[in-house]
C-alpha cells in the first residue's frame, strides 16, 4: 500500500471499564487517528457494578461505537447479533488491521476478520493483532471451562498475524505454560500511560483521609487496594489482613481502604462486618481523582488471584507509593529483581514486596515490615516510580504499537 493512504485500524473491546484495556484502547484509538491513519473504535456496554472509563474517550476526542450485546458476559443470542454488526462493520470500514482486546471481543472480532479474509487473497487479508492484558487461564473458572478457553484461543491465534503480551512472564504464559501460540507470533508491548499526574499529585491528601476516617493521625498507615470487588481479585484476603492485625493488637496503627465497585460489594460488605471491621475498613467505591487517592494512600497492595501487568501497581509506583503485591502473574516483572536474605514468608524486591496468593496473615506481617522500616520502604518506592516513569511511558508504548502496525502491513 501506498505510504500516502491511511492505515486503517478496527479496535475492538468488550467494554470501556475501568482499568488498563480501556485507557490503552482509547489512548491508542486517539493517537491512530490523523493523515496516516484512521481508527474505528468498538465496544460493549458497561455492567451497572462496574466504573465506566467512557468520559475519557470523550475526553480525547473518540469517538466509540456501541455493540450492546459486546459485553462481558457469554450469551449466545447477543453474541450472535454483536458478531454479525462486526462483520457488517468490517465491510463498510475495510480495515487493513484489526486488533481485539479483551477474551470475548477477541473472540468475535478475530472470528468475523478471519470469516472476512476467507474471500480475500495475499496482501488484502486483514491483519489480525490480538492483546492479552491477562489471561482467564486460571482462578476464573472450573476445570473444564477453562481447558475449554484455551483450546479455542490456540485455535485463534493459529490464523491471528500477532500476540500482544504486555509483560516477559505473560509470554512464558502464552508460548510456554498454555501453548497458545507460537514465540514468533508474539511480541511483548508494556503497558504505557501518561503518568505525570500521579508524580506530582495534588494536595488532598489530608481532606481525603479525613473524608473516610475522620480524625485520623498521619502517623496511621492508610493501606488501600484498588480494583473491580470480583473474586480473581481477592478482596477476601484483604480483610483477612485487616482481621490479622486486629488480633495483632495492631487496629490503631493501619486503617484500610477499598477502592472499586463490583458483583461482591455486598458479600464483602457483609464479610467486613462478620470480622468486626467497621471501623478499619471503608468501601470507597470508584474514584475518578486517582492523583489525590494515591497520594492520600500510605501503601498500596494488590491480592489478586491472577494478573498480567495490574495498572493499578504500575500508577502507584509512579506516585512513589510502597506496593505489597501477591507474585502473581506480571506482578514480578514490575517488581524486580528478588533479595535472596531470608525474611521469612514475605520477600523484598527492588521495588516493593511479594507475598504469597492467599495469605491474608503474611501480607499483615509485610505491612508490619513497611510501617517498622520507613527507610527501607522508602528507598523501594523511589526505586520503583523511576522504573515505573521511564518504563511505562505512553510515547514508548505508541512508537511499539506503531512499530507492529507498519511491520503488518509492509507488504499490503
Not at 120 to 148: N, P, Q
Request: overall charge positive; aromatic content about 8%.
Amino acid at each position: 500500500m501506498s505510504d500516502k493512504k491511511p492505515i486503517r485500524i478496527l479496535r475492538i473491546i468488550a467494554r470501556l471499564n475501568i482499568g488498563g484495556p480501556a485507557i490503552q484502547a482509547i489512548t491508542l484509538s486517539e493517537h491512530f487517528s490523523s493523515d496516516m491513519y484512521r481508527s474505528l473504535l468498538v465496544c460493549g456496554q458497561v455492567s451497572s457494578h462496574e466504573g465506566d472509563m467512557s468520559y475519557l474517550a470523550e475526553a480525547k476526542g473518540v469517538h466509540a461505537e456501541v455493540l450492546s450485546g459486546l459485553g462481558r458476559e457469554i450469551s449466545p443470542i447477543h453474541d450472535l447479533f454483536s458478531f454479525k454488526a462486526l462483520t457488517e462493520l468490517i465491510r463498510r470500514f475495510k480495515p487493513h488491521i484489526i486488533h481485539s482486546h479483551t477474551a470475548k471481543a477477541g473472540t468475535l472480532g478475530r472470528l468475523a476478520g478471519w470469516i472476512h479474509n476467507m474471500r480475500l487473497s495475499g496482501t488484502d487479508k486483514i491483519r489480525l493483532v490480538h492483546t492479552f492484558h491477562g489471561h482467564v487461564f486460571h482462578s476464573y473458572f472450573g476445570a473444564i471451562k477453562t481447558l475449554a478457553f484455551i483450546q479455542i484461543e490456540r485455535r485463534l491465534a493459529s490464523f491471528t498475524d500477532r500476540i500482544v503480551v504486555v509483560s516477559p512472564l505473560q509470554k512464558e504464559d502464552i508460548c510456554g505454560r498454555y501453548r497458545i501460540a507460537r514465540p514468533d507470533k508474539v511480541r511483548i508491548i508494556p503497558l504505557g500511560f501518561d503518568l505525570s499526574g500521579f508524580r506530582y499529585p495534588e494536595n488532598g491528601r489530608d481532606a481525603f483521609r479525613e473524608r473516610y476516617f475522620p480524625s485520623i493521625s498521619e502517623e496511621v498507615i492508610l493501606v488501600g487496594v484498588i480494583g473491580r470487588l470480583t473474586a480473581v481479585k481477592n478482596h477476601r484476603m484483604f480483610l483477612e489482613t485487616a482481621k490479622f492485625l486486629r488480633d495483632a493488637g495492631k487496629e490503631h496503627c493501619f486503617k484500610f481502604l477499598i477502592v472499586g465497585d463490583g458483583e461482591l460489594k455486598p458479600a464483602l460488605m457483609r464479610l467486613a462486618s462478620e470480622l468486626g471491621l467497621e471501623g478499619s475498613v471503608v468501601f470507597a467505591g470508584w474514584q475518578k481523582d486517582m492523583s489525590t487517592v494515591y497520594n492520600a494512600l500510605d501503601v498500596v497492595a494488590l491480592t489478586s488471584l491472577n494478573e498480567g501487568t495490574p495498572v493499578t501497581l504500575i500508577e502507584a509506583m509512579a506516585a512513589g507509593r510502597p506496593v505489597v503485591a501477591t507474585d502473581v502473574g506480571g506482578v514480578r516483572d514490575l517488581l524486580g529483581a528478588i533479595d535472596n536474605r531470608d525474611r521469612g514468608e514475605y520477600k523484598l524486591a527492588e521495588n516493593g514486596m511479594l507475598v504469597p496468593s492467599g495469605n491474608g496473615r503474611v501480607l499483615g506481617k509485610a505491612l508490619c515490615f513497611v510501617r517498622e522500616n520507613r527507610d527501607v520502604s522508602k528507598t523501594m518506592a523511589n526505586r520503583a516510580q523511576q522504573f515505573a516513569l521511564s518504563r511505562f511511558s505512553q510515547e514508548r508504548m505508541l512508537k511499539d504499537h506503531e512499530s507492529l502496525y507498519r511491520e503488518l502491513i509492509h507488504t499490503v
